[in-house]
């Protein structure tokens, strides 16, 4: 066993410690093992534990192991030498991930809801130019699906979700939709947020129903810059909204009212 892999078995950095069985053990194993590779924790160049070292470790089968390392060389990672073991590679690119472990806060929620900005509010002027009926009856449903599920008395997440994602499918652009997809439900922060933090739930989400309306308007009377702006101050409008809240509840809320899994 080489020196570093022998400090790693006896300090071990988050990604070398027992996993649960809540999500996917490769999943879980291939995440870890990135994030310390970005924070520096394994340097570059230097050599993983062997596979039975891993699976002690992590307390997971050899397929796990083994289908972690692949998913990382296909990352870039880490290489593989035949007979030898896996190292952190030396060079190569680090792939643009989020990983939703590391969300574990509002204040990081709020820095994915900016970054979407930059996406989103393109995408609104590209559906206003480019729509056909089919978007806008799409687009449309999922505005009528968020105000009966308002008048449930729910929050609204899988719908709200919905409703920008057809916005997405209507630029005719496909990576516009690939994106949201990739950050996933959690661009919706109020998901993570206990009720008794918004005073008034339905009233809170009649506001965001009507910024909705002003965005679906501008789509459907083809504005392309209208719809821009109506996603800027939607948008824009949200992130203060939490950014009060997150003033209030500090940056790093206790585990019972912000969920790590459910963040964004």
Known sequence: MSRLAARVLQQPPPAFRPLAASRGLTEQLVARISVDITAGRLPLGSKLPTEKEMM????????????????????GLVVVRQGVGAFVAEHGRRPFRIEVDELDSLREALEIMELRAGVEIEAAGLAAERHNGAHMRKIADAYRRIESAIGRGESAVDEDFSFHCSIADATGN??????????????????????????????????????????????RAGTASAARAAMRRHLVDSRKRYEKLAAEIGSAPPAAEVSSQKVG
């Open 56 to 75: 002690t470790a992590t307390g997971v089968s050899r397929t796990v192991v083994r289908e972690a390392v692949a998913c990382l060389r296909s990352d």
């Open 174 to 219: 496909a990576q516009f939709r690939r994106f949201l997809d990739y950050l996933g439900r959690f661009i919706i922060p109020r998901q993570s947020i206990r009720k008794s933090r918004i005073e008034d739930q339905r009233a809170y989400l009649k506001r965001i129903q009507d910024e909705h309306m002003e965005i679906l308007d501008a789509i």
